[in-house]
């Protein structure tokens, strides 16, 4: 457990709408990581992040953008949230020398 | 680009018998790092095992042990003596280690039948 909550865990919200999920974690690690989980495909990343104010993208970035002010937080924002976009987030963070990654208990999103 | 494949979408398995989970995977890397991650109804990611690409020998905690073929690219999870709370999503995952992504396979749903 390395200390990591997302915020809120569950959200309902319509179209059109923009949404702010955050990670926060306590142990310092400096790569975080933004996943999105849908039935039939696992996990996929959408966003990275390897320290503060440093960001790249996964291999679903579209309509996502992300920012990390503080090591401890990393915000996943939806601009303007799609039907496309009901999903499981999780948030997970490493350390270059750990080879795991320690995961969020997710949010379930649900875009009407 | 480096894919996981999960070729068992659900298995099931009665209660202390063993069960093995199916993964291959694509890569052109000679150093990685392999994962099964268990996901129960809680929703929580739980990592299980993790084999590293350079050694030879297969992992094993506990219960749960893998059997990775490096040149056919296949890791293999074994669940042995299972039980009720083994039931759950498993997922394999690939790494090149350190702060890379982790690549995920589509999951195996494990059913522990009573």
């Known amino acids: 457990d390395a200390g990591i909550t997302q915020s809120p865990r569950h959200k309902v919200t319509e179209t059109g709408t923009p949404v702010t999920l955050r990670c926060h974690q306590t142990?310092?690690?400096?790569?975080m990581y933004w996943y999105r989980q849908d039935p039939g495909h696992g996990l996929r990343l959408i966003h990275y992040?390897?320290?503060?104010?440093?960001?790249d993208k996964g291999e679903v970035s579209d309509g996502y953008s992300v920012s990390r002010s503080k090591t401890e937080d990393f915000l996943l924002t939806l601009e303007s949230a799609t039907s496309s976009q009901t999903s499981v987030y999780f948030c997970a963070t490493t350390t270059a020398s750990s080879y795991e990654q320690y995961f969020g208990p997710g949010t379930r999103l649900t875009v009407t | 680009a480096q894919t996981v494949t999960q070729s068992q979408p659900e298995m099931s398995v009665q209660e202390a018998e063993t069960v093995t989970l199916s993964c291959t995977y694509d890569t052109s890397e000679s150093d990685y790092y392999l994962f099964w991650y268990k996901q129960p109804p809680s929703r929580q990611m739980i990592l299980v095992i993790r084999q590293e690409a350079y050694k030879q020998q297969n992992a094993t905690e506990n219960r749960f042990s893998v059997n990775f073929q490096k040149a056919a690219k296949s890791f293999s999870l074994k669940i042995s003596d299972s039980q009720l709370g083994d039931a759950a999503m498993y997922f394999c995952a690939y790494s090149t280690g350190g702060s890379e992504k982790l690549v995920f396979g589509k999951g195996t749903k494990l059913t522990v039948n009573p």
């Open positions: 142990e310092n690690h400096r790569y």
């Open positions: 992040s390897y320290g503060v104010k440093d960001t």
